[in-house]
Structures are given as C-alpha cells and as structure tokens.
T-cell receptor, first 115, second 110 residues
Framework: GAGVSQSPRYKVAKRGQDVALRCDPISGHVSLFWYQQALGQGPEFLTYFQNEAQLDKSGLPSDRFFAERPEGSVSTLKIQRTQQEDSAVYLC?????????????FGDGTRLSIL | QKEVEQDPGPLSVPEGAIVSLNCTYSNSAFQYFMWYRQYSRKGPELLMYTYSSGNKEDGRFTAQVDKSSKYISLFIRDSQPSDSATYLCATVRSQGNLIFGKGTKLSVKP
C-alpha cells in the first residue's frame, strides 16, 4: 500500500480483556516502530523491529505488552489483561532502512479505550 | 527534566501571520531533528528533517537548529487555516526511536 496501515482504527475493551493491534508497514520497509500517545502528549516509544528481529523493547510499560513481526512485514502489538491506564492511541511507524537518520512514516493509529 | 521540552500552547494567530514554534532538548549528542504535523485523529506527518545546526527551508516552512543553545524552531510564513494542527518536535536516538515533545496546538483564524 501507499502508506502505513493500522487496524482496527478504534477498539473498546473491558478491563481485563486481551487486545491485538495490527500494523501493515510500507512495503519493503526494514524498520518498524510502535509508539503510545496519551491524550495531550507526544508519542512515546514502545518497541523497535529490524525485519523480524525485535532489537529494542525498552519502552514497553509492563510484561502485559508483547509485540511480534514474524515474517518481517506485518506487526502485531498485543496487550494482555488490559487496564484503564492502557487507554491511548497506539501508533506504528516504518522507515526504509535501519539507523537513526531515516525518516519515519506513521499510520493513523489505533485508538484504544478500556472501560 | 524531559529530554525534549515543548510549550503545549494553545497558540492562536490570524491568517497570514508568521508563526514561531520552539523546543529545547537536553542531550548534546542528538544530531537529527524533525518537525511533525498532526491533524486531529490522524498520525504524525513529517514536515521538516534537519541534521545538526543551521536552517532548512521548504516553501512556507523554515526549520532552525541551534546546537549551542539546544534550541530548535519552526517558522511558518503566511499561515493558513489549513495549518491548524498540533506540531510536534522530535529528535532521534542512535538506534532510531524518536523522542517527541508534547506538541503545540496551533489554530489559524480566517
């Protein structure tokens, strides 16, 4: 596709449920990032993949958060036993090569609300 | 102290005004600086991308980096109502993950 695609756009879940958020990066992009954006804040880094390898997961807030990219393209962010503080917009970004100097292109995010 | 500080505003200007948006950062090792624009319920869109100190111009937008004072700026000339959005400054760690400011909400009134 032309850009980064995320689904679902909106997700409502009850506290304690598990959720899965999907990211389709730009075709051929090596690097994939997940960010969490709380209301009125800038995005905050969660985790980073280079192809299928998860090279940095230092931003994941707890062991309830898990991300994978098994074939080096589509990625899934899973949150187990959701809590109200998990309510946020989850953004995915991709870039064409590894390294800190490559522009990142963002999807429109998944807006997660935990009741 | 957060690594990137940005005044969240909001900032309201009349159409045609020059807009100045600013951020400061704490780590002198940062080399790359970006400005993203984010419309409501959309993802951030890359506007400007600069390396080290200096100015970069693209149409009505100018990005400025002053590494000596750890200060980054975005100027918008002849502002339009369509420029109304949240503007996010960002820098990047060596492994590639971005560090964002809080974002400044800009409103350009016709």
């Amino acid at each position: 596709g032309a850009g980064v695609s995320q689904s679902p756009r909106y997700k409502v879940a009850k506290r304690g449920q598990d959720v899965a958020l999907r990211c389709d990066p730009i075709s051929g992009h090596v690097s994939l990032f997940w960010y969490q954006q709380a209301l009125g804040q800038g995005p905050e880094f969660l985790t980073y993949f280079q192809n299928e390898a998860q090279l940095d997961k230092s931003g994941l807030p707890s062991d309830r958060f898990f991300a994978e990219r098994p074939e080096g393209s589509v990625s899934t962010l899973k949150i187990q036993r959701t809590q109200q503080e998990d309510s946020a917009v989850y953004l995915c970004a991709s870039s064409s090569r590894e390294g800190g100097n490559q522009p990142q292109h963002f999807g429109d995010g998944t807006r997660l609300s935990i009741l | 102290q957060k690594e990137v500080e940005q005044d969240p505003g909001p900032l309201s200007v009349p159409e045609g005004a020059i807009v100045s948006l600013n951020c400061t950062y704490s780590n002198s090792a940062f080399q790359y600086f970006m400005w993203y624009r984010q419309y409501s319920r959309k993802g951030p869109e890359l506007l400007m991308y600069t390396y080290s100190s200096g100015n970069k111009e693209d149409g009505r937008f100018t990005a400025q980096v002053d590494k000596s004072s750890k200060y980054i700026s975005l100027f918008i000339r002849d502002s339009q109502p369509s420029d109304s959005a949240t503007y996010l400054c960002a820098t990047v760690r060596s492994q590639g993950n971005l560090i964002f400011g809080k974002g400044t909400k800009l409103s350009v009134k016709p």
